[in-house]
């Protein structure tokens, strides 16, 4: 969901170069770990089709809350003029923001929800003979 062209708007160029020092696979775990953690409080819709998503048709919030979580998980590394406190209040509104939406107080537009799982299993409805009774 989330690309390393997406952090333009959360860390420079230069400290995404100074941090991971070439190596992109050190971001993509941070984004792998953020993805993973904003899902696990997104389980009443339909993660699968919502982190699929691409381009346009991603989420602008979520998009934020993910980068906000893989910048933490990124920075700890090391923090080259990137203000650590900052990063840590994002983080923390991130991770607020995604309980939220899991405990229904903020429900996104056009999200999926999840698709319920369904048991194929018989089962059997009845009640009392009806009754006919005249006065």
């Known amino acids: 969901m989330v690309t390393r ?5 959360h860390l420079y160029a230069e400290i995404l170069n100074a941090v991971d020092r070439g190596d992109e696979d050190i971001l993509n775990d941070a984004m792998a770990a953020a993805e993973a953690q904003a899902m696990g409080y997104l389980s009443r819709y339909d ?8 381009d346009e048709a991603r989420d602008d919030m979520l998009l934020v809350a993910i980068k906000d979580l893989a910048a933490w998980h990124f920075i700890v590394l090391a923090n080259p003029a990137t203000d650590m406190e900052l990063r840590k209040t994002r ?9 939220d939406i899991q405990s229904g107080k903020v429900v996104p537009r056009n999200w999926p929800p999840a698709i319920e799982e369904s048991a194929d299993q018989l089962f059997h409805v009845s009640s009392a003979p009806k009754r006919n009774t005249r006065w």
């Open 5 to 9: 062209d997406d952090f333009k708007s």
């Open 47 to 54: 993660i699968d089709t919502l982190f699929a998503r691409e």
């Open 91 to 99: 983080r923390d509104e991130a991770i607020s923001w995604l309980k």
